[in-house]
């Protein structure tokens, strides 16, 4: 087990290896859509690439995700199988949020033999989920067309 300070190291590090490998600018919270972002997320048993969708205002999310969520055959042919959508998602704070994600299972961010495995899967998804972003933005960003 790790003390908080080494594994605090420990995730910096990860992160730093990351950007190291694959070195480039990612989307994230540049989306010109307040508060709608792009996150990796990893912990001791999973890898996430997501889609945090957190408007305060619950028809303006509702609208967004739902916007997603009228793409979804063509975000999961033509870009990525597997995602999950909860249009209702709790996160650690209580908060409400809409979240769309890929998941990794059984990996471990304390554990360096699956370092590549989570920034390659990190790398591919995160890539893809761009690439349909990039796509679909102008109807995505667009609140006078609701699904």
């Not at 307040?34 to 997501?50: C, G, H, P």
């Not at 619950?58 to 999961?76: A, C, D, H, M, V």
Request: no cysteine; aromatic share 18%; glycine share 0%.
């Amino acid at each position: 087990m790790y003390s908080k300070e080494e594994a605090q190291k420990l995730k910096r590090e990860f992160w730093v290896a990351f950007a190291d490998k694959y070195p480039r600018k990612w989307l994230l919270y540049d989306t010109k859509i307040k508060d709608f972002s792009f996150k990796f997320y990893v912990d001791n048993k999973k890898a996430q690439v997501l889609i945090d969708i957190e408007q305060r205002n619950e028809e303006t999310r509702k609208i967004y995700f739902e916007k997603i969520e009228s793409l979804r055959t063509i975000l999961e042919t033509d870009y990525i199988k597997d995602l999950v959508f909860d249009k209702n998602f709790t996160i650690e704070s209580g908060k409400t949020i809409s979240r769309i994600w890929v998941e990794q299972l059984n990996v471990s961010v304390s554990n360096r033999n699956y370092w590549d495995i989570i920034f390659d899967f990190f790398e591919e998804n995160m890539d893809k989920l761009e690439r349909f972003f990039y796509e679909y933005q102008d109807y995505i960003r667009d609140m006078e067309i609701n699904t």
